[in-house]
C-alpha cells in the first residue's frame, strides 16, 4: 500500500479500534491467473497477534487456507469525497484540487487451518457472542452434537499476523485551518462515513471535540 509518511499510523489503538469496528474484511489467497478473494468477519486478538474467522468449505478458496499458506487482508475504514472548496488555505502556484479520504489497514500472516469439529463449533460460538451478545434473547447455536453437518459444511482458520500497516488518510497534509474546515464540512454533510472520518480526525488533530 502506498502510504506517504503524512498518512502512515503506528498507533496501535487506532489501529485496532478499525480492525474491531470494521471487521467485515477482504481476504486474498495468491493464486493464478486471479488472487482468491473472499469478503468475511474476522475477530482481532492483539495480544496473541491473530485473526480468527471461517468461509463456506463449499468456496473454492477455503482450499487455499493450509497450514502456514501467506495471506493478506485487508480492512477498510470510513471514506468519501474532500472537495477543494472546503479547505480556507490557497497556494496560488499550486491550486486546491478533489481527493478523497479513507483509512484502511493491511495484515499479512499465515494459516492455521481449523478443522475439527469441537474447534468450529467453539469458533462459532465466539461469533456469536461478539455479534449477538449475551442478552437473554440472543440466538444461540445448538448443541455441537446436533451441528455435525453444519460444522462439515465450514473451514475455521486463525492467522498468525507478521505484518501490519495502516494509511489514514485525513488531510493531515493539510493546515489546521484546514482540517478544521474538512471536519466541519463532513459533519454537516452528515453521512455515517462522513461522521466518522471526523470523529478520526479530530482524534488524530488535538482539535477538541465539539460538545
Not at 30 to 37: D, G, Q
Not at 84 to 106: F, G, L, Q, R, S
Amino acid at each position: 500500500m502506498y502510504t506517504p509518511s503524512a498518512f502512515q499510523i503506528d498507533d496501535t489503538g487506532r489501529i485496532d479500534e478499525l480492525v474491531r469496528t470494521c471487521d467485515f474484511a477482504t481476504l486474498l489467497s495468491p493464486a493464478e491467473p486471479f488472487p482468491w478473494v473472499t469478503h468475511a468477519p474476522l475477530l482481532w486478538d492483539r495480544p496473541a497477534l491473530r485473526l480468527t474467522g471461517h468461509l463456506a468449505a463449499a468456496n473454492p478458496h477455503a482450499a487455499a487456507l493450509q497450514d502456514g499458506a501467506r495471506v493478506l487482508v485487508l480492512f477498510h475504514g470510513p471514506n468519501g469525497y474532500v472537495s477543494p472548496t472546503w479547505y480556507v488555505d490557497e497556494n496560488p502556484a499550486v491550486p486546491n484540487v478533489p481527493t478523497w479520504n479513507y483509512a484502511a489497514v493491511h495484515m499479512t500472516g499465515r494459516v492455521l487451518r481449523i478443522d475439527a469439529a469441537e474447534e468450529k463449533f467453539a469458533l462459532v460460538r465466539t461469533l456469536t457472542r461478539v455479534y449477538e451478545g449475551d442478552g437473554a434473547d440472543a440466538w444461540q447455536p445448538a448443541a455441537a452434537a446436533g451441528n455435525d453437518a453444519r460444522m462439515r459444511a465450514i473451514v475455521g482458520f486463525h492467522i498468525a499476523v507478521e505484518t501490519i500497516e495502516a494509511k489514514f488518510k485525513l488531510s493531515q497534509n493539510r493546515s489546521a485551518a484546514d482540517q478544521a474546515a474538512v471536519i466541519a464540512a463532513l459533519e454537516s454533510r452528515g453521512g455515517d462515513d462522513d461522521r466518522a472520518m471526523a470523529r478520526m480526525m479530530r482524534e488524530g488533530s488535538g482539535l477538541a471535540t465539539r460538545g
